[in-house]
Nanobody, 124 residues
Framework: QVQLVESGGGLVQAGGSLRLSCAASGRTFGSIFMGWFRQAPGKERDFVAAINWSGGSTYYADSVKGRFTISRDNAKNTVYLQMNSLKPEDTAVYYC?????????????????WGQGTQVTVSS
């Protein structure tokens, strides 16, 4: 099982940027899908972005397309989420996920391997 540790969250004004990082343990990192979800207070956990093993394919929720970019560095066992033009509605705890299947990093009901989460707060 891959262990995941997120970092990079914080407080930012609307229109600002943050970059989240997710460091993963395990020699299988370069072979698995990685993704990001988020959960706002009182709401369900939602898919944000995902990336395949090579970084050649990326997937985004409509709400973040054009503003967020997911990338990975397999040499560092790390996946990133660059978040630009942040809005107050982006405020949430952001979770990293890893899986052998795409559904495991895009469908919150299928995801099983989570990090502890990092808080992102966007003020208006």
């Amino acid at each position: 099982q891959v262990q995941l540790v997120e970092s990079g969250g914080g407080l930012v004004q609307a229109g600002g940027s943050l970059r989240l990082s997710c460091a993963a343990s395990g020699r299988t990192f370069g072979s698995i899908f990685m993704g990001w979800f988020r959960q706002a207070p009182g709401k369900e956990r939602d898919f944000v972005a995902a990336i395949n093993w090579s970084g050649g394919s990326t997937y985004y929720a409509d709400s973040v397309k054009g503003r967020f970019t997911i990338s990975r560095d397999n040499a560092k066992n790390t996946v990133y989420l660059q978040m630009n033009s942040l809005k107050p509605e982006d405020t949430a705890v952001y979770y990293c996920a890893a899986d052998w299947k795409l559904s495991g990093v895009t469908d919150p009901t299928s995801a099983k391997n989570w990090g502890q989460g990092t808080q992102v707060t966007v003020s208006s």
